[in-house]
């Protein structure tokens, strides 16, 4: 897994011990990712290049799967799964998918982080036609820069809870969590605004399990990667 924030490698850690405890779990961490792209304003040519170069190192020590666990990066997976031949996940990627396969029509997805929301938006959007083609879906979406700087679950969901109000998001019928920081926030989020809280980092777990681990067998040692 490749990670730009500290805190999503312990969740994504948490994630896999928990989901799929066969896999030989890398970590590789370039903890000014984030703030670099939010000095730019957004992912520059540098920074795509950047991401390549640790993409580039995991997959030459072998890694057998990838997970990028900064949103703000998920369009560099595009890139990604045309030049190495192995599963490449986008860090929500996989909650989308269960998202869009549920029975919410009306899902909004919430942040801390300004680069986050678009960046989700956009992957949400784009996975529509493949697995929601025919039923109508409205996207909201809620922003707090406060609750990446609450202190504990309770305070971070009273802040996403207050975004959600305050954008009109709050009769959502189900709330997306656009960023694995906020994933201790997931019960007491949910406990808040009365319907289901998704997070990324257990769906991720969950496919690069059945692909590398199907039905249940042993995996050879695989890697994951996050930002």
């Known amino acids: 897994m490749i990670h730009a924030v500290p805190a999503a490698h312990r969740i994504a850690e948490e994630a896999f011990a928990r989901e799929f405890p066969q896999a030989t779990v890398w970590n590789v961490l370039d903890d000014r990712l984030l703030n670099d792209a939010r000095g730019a ?30 949103s703000s990066y998920g369009e560099v997976v ?9 599963p490449v996940l ?8 269960a998202a869009l396969a549920g029975p919410y029509r009306r899902i909004a997805v919430v942040a801390s982080t300004p680069p986050a929301v678009p960046a989700a938006v956009a992957q949400l959007e784009a996975l529509v036609p493949a697995v929601r083609p025919d039923r109508p879906l409205d996207i909201v979406t809620a922003l707090s820069e406060e609750a ?8 971070t969901a009273r802040h996403l809870a207050d975004a959600l109000h305050a954008a009109g998001s709050a009769d959502a019928d189900a709330v997306l969590l ?3 920081s906020l994933t201790p ?9 009365g319907v289901p809280v998704l997070d990324g980092a257990g769906a991720a777990a969950r496919e690069l399990r059945g692909l590398l681990a199907p039905e249940g067998r042993s995996a050879s040692p695989a890697a994951a990667v996050a930002p």
């Open 41 to 70: 304003g957004g992912l520059t040519g540098p920074l795509r290049r950047r991401m390549l170069r640790l993409i580039g190192h995991v997959m030459d020590g072998g890694a057998q799967a990838l997970l990028l666990t900064c």
């Open 78 to 86: 595009d890139t990604a799964r045309a030049l190495w031949d192995v």
């Open 90 to 97: 986008k860090s929500d990627e996989a909650m989308f998918k």
């Open 148 to 155: 990446g700087a609450a202190d504990g679950a309770e305070a």
């Open 178 to 180: 656009a960023q694995y």
């Open 185 to 193: 926030a997931r019960d007491a989020l949910a406990g808040l605004v």
